[in-house]
């Protein structure tokens, strides 16, 4: 298996909601990634998970809440969001935080969210 | 902070001809990045450049790693319309950075 997988593929969510982006791999990688891309831009780094242990938080804003539950797992939790976080969500993996092996990242196909 | 540029931002081909997209990064770096972007899509990992003097070739596409000068070129040769697509360079030095990516179309 040599994707990464993400779920919803679309959300839409009012500002007083509450979701969660899903990320899963099974390739073994002990690095994730969560990216987020605003149209015709590049994509910025939020987080990234280590061996399941956050370790480099962007001063990403605490509506955004990661969660690594295991190797394979990745989650990010969304609360009381804004319109402007409207974007792409990208999970990527990578065999370590210091190591991408010779294919670099694989990311997943991504999350397009909409907050109104 | 690493910062890295992109140029040109916009390149618009004529199937058959060959061009130099350029990649440039300000800082010490171990590695280069080059991803493939499709319109509403996610990333396709190209290459990874881990060497000065690295070159790597994929069909019409050839990445190289030049870091005396902090400078990537990813090269097309005998540019398709399956081509078009943005590309991103990313430099690593602790954390990926992108450049803004460079936005290619290739016209019959």
């Known amino acids: 298996d040599t994707e990464v997988t993400q779920t919803p593929k679309h959300l839409v969510m009012g500002m007083t909601n509450k979701k969660s982006l899903k990320c899963e791999q099974h390739?073994?990688?002990?690095?994730m990634y969560w990216y987020k891309q605003k149209a015709k831009k590049p994509p910025e780094l939020m987080f990234v998970?280590?061996?399941?242990?956050?370790?480099i938080n962007e001063s990403v804003p605490s509506r955004f809440s990661p969660e690594c539950p295991n190797s394979s797992l990745l989650n990010l939790h969304l609360h009381a969001l804004q319109p402007e976080d409207s974007a792409l969500y990208l999970c990527?993996?990578?065999?370590?935080?210091?190591?991408?092996?010779?294919?670099?990242?694989?990311f997943g196909s991504g999350t397009r969210l909409t907050v109104v | 902070e690493l910062k890295v540029e992109q140029n040109p931002l916009f390149l618009s081909m004529q199937e058959g001809k060959n061009y130099t997209i350029y990649c440039n990064y300000s800082t010490t770096s171990d590695r280069l990045y080059w991803y493939r972007q499709d319109p509403g899509k996610s990333l396709e990992s190209l290459f990874v450049?881990?060497?000065?003097?690295a070159v790597k070739q994929e069909g019409r596409l050839m990445a190289s790693l030049d870091t005396k000068a902090r400078l990537s070129t990813l090269h097309i040769t005998a540019a398709v319309h399956d081509l078009s697509a943005t590309y991103f360079c990313?430099?690593?030095?602790?954390?990926?950075?992108f450049g803004d990516g460079t936005t290619l179309t290739v016209k019959p």
């Open positions: 990527a993996s990578s065999q370590d935080a210091g190591r991408t092996g010779t294919y670099g990242y694989t």
């Open positions: 990313a430099s690593y030095a602790g954390k990926s950075t």
């Open positions: 390739m073994g990688h002990r690095a």
């Open positions: 450049l881990l060497s000065n003097g």
């Open positions: 998970y280590s061996y399941e242990k956050l370790s």
